[in-house]
């Protein structure tokens, strides 16, 4: 209900364990559950992830499938789910299936390619960052003309060397 995001990985093939380690990696606000087709296909319907399995040539709802509720974190949520990965080498085997996010469907590229925008924290320490750096500008912007009005004065008061 409150979720930004939806996505899918298979959930074959893979231990209690890893999925519990997985569960663990997850930013606060993401919630990974492995939920039977016949459910998800009733909890979507009429909400703005219907996408996912009303959209023809969707793969949510094949086989068996983990599902992960995003409130937040988007980006922070699938580099941990790609760090779970790499450690645990499912790479080939688990892949994003697909995803939904404000009513359009992406495919695992197109989720990948979401998760490599900055996070919000990424974002406010940018802010932040340019923000402090405006007051610095201004200074040295003021400051340069009278650094060189004072060369120019001092330079043209010295008696010439010849």
Known sequence: ???QMVFTI???AMSVQQAQKLRESLPEG???SVVKNKLMLRALE???FSEAVTSEGSTMLKGANMW???DEDIS???K???G???DEGLKESHQILSGVLESVLYDSEGVEAIGKLPTKKELYARLAGALKAVPTKVARVIKAPTTKLARAIKLATMPDEE
Request: hydrophobic residues 40%.
């Open 10 to 12: 298979p959930a074959s």
């Open 84 to 86: 779970f990965l790499k």
């Open 80 to 82: 941990a789910y790609n």
């Open 46 to 48: 009429g909400t703005e």
């Open 76 to 78: 922070g949520t699938i």
């Open 1 to 3: 209900d409150t979720s």
């Open 68 to 70: 992960f509720f995003i």
């Open 30 to 32: 993401t919630t990974a």
